[in-house]
């Protein structure tokens, strides 16, 4: 059997909607960020060494990385549902799309996150000096990089109904946690066709029926 383990409000979320559109069976072990540093319980780092989620179970597989979880999922469980592009180029565009979304944009979301935080955090008196290096470091590399890539995106999904092939496949699941959480920060207004792409997902049963089991998730 397998087992996911899933922290509230993080990409597992979207593990939890290929197992749900794969329909396979699996248990769910919950684990609640901390209320203070938004890190993950010490409980996870019992299950893989990095302490972070998704993690995946079984009894003689222990799998992090959501791009791992995915293929492995995949290729064990997807009955040929969600699979790696047989034709050429949508073969390209799976492993493209699906080794983009952390590789490329998820590192300066999140930073530009971390920034903006770390500029709340320092004390008053020195907020000016922090807000103008910080602001200095993400309007000459993480905004404009950004940017570019959410551009890509656009361009590709205004042409394309999935991001390889004709059928939802590991790609779109890897790029739905960078793309749904710009949507719901209200971040997306530039770009329709991702929002559209979006909303096609969130509107899938499967997905719905992973939401209400995944419990706290802000993006949806
Ligand atoms: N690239 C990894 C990232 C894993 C990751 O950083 N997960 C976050 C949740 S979105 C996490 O566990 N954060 C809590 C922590 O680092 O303590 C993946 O795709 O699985």
Do not use: C
């Not at 000016?128 to 551009?151: E, R, T």
Request: net charge neutral.
């Amino acid at each position: 059997m397998l087992t996911i383990h899933h922290l509230n409000n993080s990409r597992s979320q979207r593990l939890l909607w290929l197992l749900e559109e794969l329909n396979v069976e699996y248990k769910l072990e919950k684990y609640q960020r901390d209320a203070k540093t938004g890190l993950a319980p010490v409980e996870l780092k019992a299950v893989h060494p990095l302490g972070r989620s998704p993690v995946l179970t079984t009894e003689n597989v222990s799998l992090a990385e959501s791009g791992a979880i995915v293929e492995y999922v995949v290729r064990h469980y997807g009955n040929g549902a969600f699979a790696v592009p047989e034709e050429e180029s949508s073969y390209q565009q799976y492993l493209f799309w699906l080794h983009f979304a952390e590789g490329s944009l998820m590192p300066p979301r999140v930073a530009m996150l971390v920034f903006s935080k770390a500029k709340q955090k320092v004390p008053a008196l020195l907020r000016p000096l922090a807000k103008k290096i910080l602001d200095g470091i993400m309007d000459a590399y993480y905004k404009p990089n950004l940017i570019q890539s959410l551009k890509f995106t656009e361009s590709h999904l205004q042409n394309h109904a999935w991001f390889a092939g004709t059928e939802p496949t590991g790609a779109d699941v890897q790029m739905l946690f960078p793309l749904e959480t710009l949507v719901a920060m209200g971040q997306a207004d530039d770009y329709p066709a991702i929002k559209a792409w979006v909303k096609k997902i969130h509107d899938r049963p499967a997905y719905q029926r992973a939401l209400e089991k995944g419990g706290e998730y802000d993006y949806a």
